[in-house]
């Protein structure tokens, strides 16, 4: 919280006006990052259209938003590795929002599967398939010295993925 409070240019005291629990500020903090990344991804497209070009789309939304503010990326890898009891209803927040994306994502690879753009594989084997390689991107982004962009990292991503699944 000292942290937080020395980088808004404020007290710590000011910080628990605005969020009574540091539950609070993080839940707050994720809202926000996940309001972002809806901004940043917009109205979807036509799914039967262009299912792996949409796929790139929703990816670079949110290597987008975690290179806006990394620290969101390891807030969540923090949340995974110890959650306090408190702290379960913010790690409970992160795994809706989750869900959510993983239903895109999932909804997408289903329409690349039937249009038989990629192989017919079962969308949660191929969902994990983007989830890992997206979880890569992300934890690596921050280590290498030339980093491309988002929408280049996606479309890597889902070129790497759509071959492995074709």
Do not use: W
Request: overall charge negative; glycine content about 6%; some cysteine.
């Amino acid at each position: 919280m000292e942290e937080i409070a020395l980088s808004a240019g404020v007290v710590r005291s000011t910080l628990y006006v605005y969020f009574p629990s540091r539950e609070a500020l993080l839940s707050a903090s994720i809202q926000s990052m996940y309001a972002e990344f809806e901004r940043e991804l917009g109205a979807t497209s036509a799914i039967a259209e262009d299912p792996l070009g949409e796929l790139e789309r929703v990816i670079a939304a949110l290597i987008t938003v975690v290179d806006r503010d990394p620290v969101f990326f390891r807030l969540m890898l923090g949340l995974e590795s110890h959650l306090t009891a408190a702290g379960a209803a913010v790690g409970a927040e992160l795994a809706t929002i989750a869900v959510s994306i993983s239903t895109v994502i999932e909804g997408l690879l289903e329409a690349a599967s039937a249009s038989r753009v990629i192989g017919q594989h079962p969308v949660s084997d191929a969902s994990l398939l983007v989830g890992q390689q997206l979880y890569g991107a992300l934890a690596t982004r921050n280590a290498v010295t030339a980093v491309p962009s988002a929408s280049e990292m996606a479309k890597r991503i889902v070129t790497f993925c759509a071959r492995g699944l074709a």
